[in-house]
């Protein structure tokens, strides 16, 4: 189920991030990247593959990176290619969806969810 956040227009999205930030004393830019990576994070733990998620390199996501523009949700390289193939193994076995999205368009949707969350940085 989408969050009711992201179901605002962009004006209603502004302006509930307004109300936020000045009741909490942080910035809106950083609660909208907060919004994001909490909602993808969601997203993924909620999958029916979720016990195999591993982050790149094991790693811990670092909140600083993130809010300046570094966030990685899509491995590259060799991680890549293991993830590729972890999920070639769950759809074998019937474990994705009826009818399951292929890799490369999983990743691709999940790069664009990286990408837009790195354009909004801490300045």
């Avoid at 942080?26 to 979720?50: G, I, M, Q, S, Y």
């Avoid at 759809?91 to 790195?118: H, M, W, Y």
Wanted: glycine fraction near 8%; hydrophobic fraction near 45%; proline fraction near 7%.
């Amino acid at each position: 189920m989408p969050d009711p956040f992201f179901g605002l227009s962009p004006q209603d999205r502004r302006d509930a991030l307004l109300v936020a930030a000045s009741r909490s004393g942080r910035p809106a830019h950083l609660l909208e990247k907060d919004a994001w990576v909490v909602w993808t994070l969601r997203a993924l733990f909620e999958a029916p593959f979720a016990h195999q998620i591993v982050f790149k390199g094991g790693k811990v996501i670092d909140y600083n990176d993130a809010v300046r523009g570094g966030l990685q949700l899509v491995p590259d390289g060799t991680a890549e290619e293991l993830l590729a193939a972890d999920y070639a193994g769950l759809v074998a076995d019937g474990l994705v969806f009826e009818s399951a999205p292929d890799c490369a368009t999983l990743l691709a949707r999940c790069r664009e969810i990286q990408d837009r969350a790195n354009q909004i940085r801490q300045p």
